[in-house]
């Protein structure tokens, strides 16, 4: 097999196995209350993929991905997503740069698109004809777009009370949609037993190891955008810690293949009123809050990718802050106003943690900063209600 499988918790490595979802030794003392132990990394063979930039971009990086050719991608653009640069912001000139890699110009208008293509690619190319998920709203209305572009179906489990559009959007591209009285957690657990029962693919996040593997793509966009350079700092927003795994990952195999020779600083941002990966960093025991953020799509109490995201963040020793309600709208009307990018809460985090590093004079001179732009701002215009 071109890849094998390492988890992430203990370590252990499986080759020449079929496709798994967790760890089995780590899932079987993983409990309700606490992040999941056993998310799979996906390794690939670095010593015999050619280490030039440039073939593996002629091949659209399948040396790197878990499909063995790029037929089964959706016929939709998927990534590719522009990266703007600013040299002032706000009517000022910086002594830096500002870049804002805008994922809201994906098919289904989210960053989850990147994921969800691969997981159909990889079904497509299986034979497998169904994938379920569950969602706080944008993996879901993700899903259902993708499946709807490669005739596939997609079963979305949503709690109802997701935003109006995203339950729309699942409704439109045909998905079969199951809401949830209760909570995301309820309708992962629902997803997963439709999955053991009925054999579906399971595109979950931080259960299904090719989301990371889809996320990645950004990465490996950001360094081609930049003329083979990393940026100095990358500001992603965080809520179950997968897209930032993806945009770890994805630097890790160019540094894996020595293509480059050090990490960015990939900067988690989070909403104070969602904060449970990064006021869990130095515990032992995981507590979680009862989140309460307006930023919907990163609203967690339980993060399913904590342990790795944690780890990541660790071993390149990369920082992280948190950011009030009141920063994010800020950000959101401040974006809007001075780029014509208009956010969703989520995606505006990332401003706003980047606005309060500027504030704070944390930004390097002669730096190249990334804000990464996940999801638009008309999946939810009730967050922005009250200034309007
Ligand atoms: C899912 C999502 C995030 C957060 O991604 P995680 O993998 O949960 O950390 C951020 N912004 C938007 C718009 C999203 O849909």
Same mark, same amino acid.
């Given at each position: ?25 780590? #899932? ?5 209350? &606490? *992040?999941?132990?056993?998310?799979? $990394? ?11 930039? #440039?073939?593996? #971009? ?18 939709? +653009? ?28 994906? *098919?289904?208008?989210?960053? $989850?698109?990147?994921?969800? !293509? ?5 079904? $497509? ?7 379920? %998920? !569950?969602?706080? @709203? ?6 259902? @777009? ?13 709690? !109802? ?25 309820? %309708? ?14 399971? +595109? ?26 990393? *940026?100095?700092? =990358? ?24 293509? /480059? ?8 941002? &989070?909403s104070?009123g969602? +904060? ?16 309460n953020t307006i930023a919907d799509?990163?609203s =967690?109490?339980? *993060? +399913? ?11 390149? &020793? ?7 309600d009141?920063?994010i709208i800020?950000?959101? =009307? ?11 809460p %989520? ?16 930004? /390097? ?15 939810d215009?009730n967050a922005v209600?009250? /200034?309007?």
């Amino acid at each position: 097999m071109k890849y094998h499988f390492e988890c992430s918790t203990c370590g252990t490595k499986y080759y020449d196995t079929k496709f798994m979802y967790l760890c089995p030794i780590c #899932e079987k003392t993983n409990t309700q209350d &606490q *992040p999941p132990k056993g998310v799979l $990394k996906t390794l690939y063979d670095y010593k015999n993929i050619s280490s030039k930039f #440039e073939d593996l #971009e002629k091949n659209n990086f399948l040396d790197l991905m878990p499909i063995n050719s790029a037929e089964n991608m959706p016929n939709l +653009r998927v990534g590719d997503t522009p990266l703007y640069m600013y040299q002032d912001l706000n009517g000022k000139k910086l002594d830096y740069s500002v870049y804002f890699k805008d994922d809201s110009q994906n *098919p289904t208008f989210s960053f $989850k698109d990147r994921a969800s !293509a691969l997981v159909s690619a990889y079904a $497509k190319e299986n034979k497998i004809q169904t994938i379920v %998920a !569950a969602s706080t @709203g944008n993996a879901g209305s993700s899903l259902a @777009g993708i499946c709807a572009a490669q005739n596939q179906k997609a079963i979305i489990y949503v709690p !109802a009370s997701a935003p109006k559009a995203k339950l729309t959007q699942i409704k439109m591209y045909g998905a079969e949609l199951k809401t949830v009285d209760g909570t995301y957690d309820k %309708a992962f657990d629902l997803s997963i037993e439709a999955t053991k029962k009925h054999g579906y693919f399971n +595109r979950n996040t931080a259960y299904n190891p090719f989301t990371i593997e889809g996320k990645k793509t950004v990465s490996f966009e950001l360094f081609s955008q930049l003329n083979k350079n990393i *940026p100095d700092t =990358v500001f992603v927003p965080v809520g179950d810690g997968v897209i930032i795994s993806g945009v770890f990952k994805g630097f890790e195999d160019l540094l894996m293949l020595k293509i /480059i020779d050090k990490m960015p600083n990939i900067i988690a941002v &989070q909403s104070e009123g969602s +904060r449970n990966i990064l006021a869990n960093m130095d515990n032992d025991n995981f507590v979680s809050e009862k989140s309460n953020t307006i930023a919907d799509s990163i609203s =967690v109490d339980i *993060p +399913r990718n904590f342990l790795f995201c944690k780890s990541y963040i660790k071993k390149y &020793q990369t920082s992280y802050l948190t950011v009030s309600d009141t920063e994010i709208i800020e950000a959101s =009307v401040n974006l809007s106003k001075n780029t014509g990018i208009f956010s969703e809460p %989520a995606a505006a985090t990332a401003f706003a943690g980047f606005m309060k590093y500027q504030k704070e004079n944390k930004i /390097i001179e002669n730096s190249k900063n990334v804000i990464l732009l996940t999801g638009s701002g008309l999946k939810d215009l009730n967050a922005v209600q009250s /200034i309007i």
